[in-house]
């Protein structure tokens, strides 16, 4: 299987180079700082990391928004990681927002995609809340495996400022959290965005990251053909397939609405 991992000097490269990212960022919009939702995932967990490095806890809010589905674990975690790097943060409980919208139109009650959509959609509307009343930026935790697949809620964890680890696969995400000091314990968890309950990112997408990782590098974001990735990686072209489609049908997640072209 294709190793993603980098070196040592990578790693610094890596961590020095997303750091400036988020500097640059501030700093281009005026703003005091950045917001950023705590998960207690490993992405979210290295955003923060990177964003207090960039730019000195005081200038960095968490906001952990569990939800009925959330578990006590990664909530905990998530409130572990403002703690060990002292910064603000505020837990706010999505739940009774979801239960006015379901009240509103309660047609959707049970239809587990659109209230899990909907609970990603909150936390962003939270996250920006947030943002405009402290003139602060609000960060976005996705990675490149998520952005290729479509792995996202579009309008909810994809509605954000910027997207600091945005170019790292998940594998290369792990291996750049465990760098920079995140515990050990969230970096080798199994991801989930838990908007319902036993989600996990894996199960959800039909393919492990393991092999995810490798087909998105070399097929969808790099030169060789379905039949060739099959080969190198040794896996079945049943499985190249898949990520193609998931790669496909999610494009409209990574780029703007779309408007019919100008008449002539």
């Not at 960095?60 to 910064?87: F, K, N, Q, R, Y």
């Not at 080969?231 to 496909?248: A, C, F, H, K, P």
Request: proline letters at 4%; charged letters at 25%; glycine letters at 8%.
């Amino acid at each position: 299987m294709m190793d993603l991992r980098f070196s040592e000097a990578e790693l610094e490269e890596r961590r020095e180079h997303i750091v400036s990212f988020v500097e640059d960022q501030v700093a281009a919009s005026g703003t005091d700082g950045a917001v950023l939702g705590l998960s207690g995932g490993v992405d979210s967990s290295l955003v923060a990391h990177l964003a207090v490095e960039a730019l000195g806890e005081e200038h960095l809010h968490g906001l952990v928004m569990p939800a009925t589905v959330s578990s006590e674990e990664h909530m905990s975690d998530a409130e572990a990681v403002a703690e060990s790097l002292d910064i603000s943060y505020d837990v706010i409980e999505i739940e009774p927002l979801i239960d006015e919208f379901l009240a509103a139109y309660p047609e959707a009650t049970g239809d587990q995609l659109a209230v899990g959509n909907a609970r990603a959609r909150v936390r962003a509307v939270l996250n920006y809340l947030v943002g405009n009343h402290e003139n602060r930026l609000v960060l976005g935790t996705g990675n490149k495996s998520e952005a290729l697949t479509g792995y996202l809620t579009k309008y909810g964890d994809g509605a954000v400022d910027c997207h600091p680890i945005g170019n790292l696969y998940k594998a290369q995400v792990r291996q750049l959290a465990a760098h920079v000091g995140v515990p050990t314990d969230i970096v080798e968890k199994t991801a989930t965005a838990e908007l319902w309950e036993d989600q996990t990112d894996e199960d959800e997408m039909g393919i492990s990251y393991e092999v995810l990782d490798p087909v998105l590098a070399l097929h969808v974001d790099g030169p060789l053909s379905a039949d060739a990735t099959a080969r190198e990686l040794g896996v079945d072209r049943e499985t190249i397939d898949r990520v193609r489609r998931l790669y496909e049908r999610s494009e409209h997640k990574r780029r703007a609405p779309p408007s019919p072209e100008p008449l002539r």
